[in-house]
């Protein structure tokens, strides 16, 4: 099921952070990997961006946690433990509104997804959000990642 982080930065912004979990595969007793699709919509304005990645279940339970306590006065840089994508984060006020956002740019490493490295380079994301939004976001991430099926993982069939 598909949950989406919107920019709102400006009204008329229409990009937006997709993420998809295409599956869960259980290995061995306490072991699960989450299929994700990440994509990078941009209305009207450029082709999206779409990545398919692999994690220990635990390792984006961790990112999602992190992204709940966005330090507000510093730059943060989020990452799973296994190469895919990574997220920077910079606290700024809001010159309409005087308020606290986030500018978050997530990027997908265009290196070896899933693999023993990384480059740490590729296609970015930038999007404008409040606390409140993130935390709608990872919230419903949280939720799709406790009812969707999960699938049985055998390495030796």
Do not use: W
């Not at 308020?99 to 490295?117: P, W």
């Amino acid at each position: 099921m598909l949950v989406i982080l919107k920019d709102k930065g400006r009204s008329t912004s229409c990009c937006e952070l997709r993420i998809d979990i295409d599956s869960i595969k259980v290995i061995g007793e306490n072991t699960e990997f989450v299929d994700l699709t990440i994509s990078f919509y941009n209305g009207n304005c450029f082709s999206d961006i779409k990545a398919s990645i692999d994690l220990n279940i635990d390792d984006l339970t961790t990112v999602l946690k992190k992204l709940t306590m966005l330090a507000t006065d510093s730059v943060q840089y989020i990452d799973p433990y296994d190469p895919g994508f990574f997220i920077y984060s910079i606290p700024e006020t809001d010159p309409i509104n005087d308020e606290l956002v986030f500018r978050i740019f997530v990027s997908i490493d265009a290196g070896l997804i899933n693999g023993t490295g990384a480059t740490f380079s590729g296609p970015s994301l930038a999007l404008t959000v409040k606390q409140l939004d993130i935390n709608v976001f990872v919230n419903e991430i949280r939720k799709q990642l406790i009812e969707f099926p999960r699938t049985l993982y055998r390495a030796d069939i």
